[in-house]
């Protein structure tokens, strides 16, 4: 059974229910976060914590909670879990209001989920995207706007693909949840703008400083050509190579020893946690 906590109350989850004129569902208001716990504790806690409290002041809404409260709510939910571990999501939204526009008090969810690992047969053989021509509105927030991604799974499916990697204009940004990097000899690149700063890119950027040159810049699709090797990172995808961009095949289409490396070093990472 899983816990969450609502306005500070924690129930079953199945017994959570926020209200109709909440401006999340009337407005598509609202933002999240969401984060992996390893050896029971909150990975990475302050780096998530910050950029929750980003995401809420660039949405204008106040937090009902502060980061010592929201820790100890944290851990009070990770305790009631019997698994492991757990993921947590946090959902804010823009609350109750009485005419369908302005914001009063926020409505705040901690939710703990079951972890959905991604099958190792992706690891090992590296997953295909298609490409898109989008960039996310306020791509700097972790809003819950993923409308783009979901209109589009059929078109995913129907491509064998997995998942999407944005461009616009020529310029890469990321996928539909994700962060992307590419390897080109002992270089690791990654785009820098409108693109959702992930926790897991920021701890692969730290990893790989002692043996790859990191380069934070804009992106050209131009430069998927020559380059040896991709992969995306997410809390949940952790390092994921992609083998297949659209038509282009990265690299010798196989799970490259650069992207390997920084998944064992992050796996070395969380299992020390
Ligand atoms: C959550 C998310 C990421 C990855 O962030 P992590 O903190 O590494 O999980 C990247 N891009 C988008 C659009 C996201 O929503």
């Known amino acids: 059974m899983h816990y969450g906590y609502f306005n500070g109350t924690i129930l079953p989850t199945d017994q959570i229910g926020v209200g109709v004129t909440d401006l999340s569902l009337l407005r598509g208001y609202g933002l999240f976060d969401y984060f992996l716990t390893y050896n029971g504790r909150p990975f990475q806690w302050d780096w998530y914590w910050e950029r ?133 000899g002992d270089k690791l690149i990654t785009p820098n703008r409108h693109i959702l700063r992930g926790i897991t890119r920021r701890t692969i950027i730290e990893l790989a400083q002692a043996d790859f040159q990191v380069e934070e810049r804009p992106v050209l699709l131009s430069e998927l050509y020559d380059a040896d090797e991709a992969f995306t990172t997410s809390s949940t995808k952790q390092v994921l190579p992609i083998t297949q961009i659209g038509e282009l095949t990265v690299g010798d289409g196989r799970v490259g020893s650069k992207s390997r490396f920084l998944l064992e070093r992050f796996n070395d990472l969380v299992a020390n946690w």
């Open 52 to 184: 929750f409290r980003n995401s809420a002041a660039g949405l204008r809404l106040p937090l009902p909670l502060s980061k010592d409260e929201a820790y100890a709510v944290v851990m009070d939910l990770i305790a009631r879990t019997e698994q492991p571990n757990v993921a947590i999501r946090f959902v804010m939204t823009g609350g109750y209001s009485p005419d369908g526009m302005s914001i009063s008090k926020p409505n705040l969810l901690i939710l703990t989920e079951a972890i959905h690992p991604v099958p190792p047969v992706q690891y090992e053989q590296g997953i295909k995207v298609i490409l898109d021509e989008y960039v996310r509105e306020m791509a700097e927030l972790k809003t819950t706007d993923y409308k783009h991604v979901i209109i589009l799974a059929e078109q995913i499916r129907a491509a064998n693909a997995l998942d999407v990697l944005y461009q616009k204009g020529g310029e890469i940004s990321e996928l539909s949840r994700s962060n992307f990097f590419i390897v080109k």
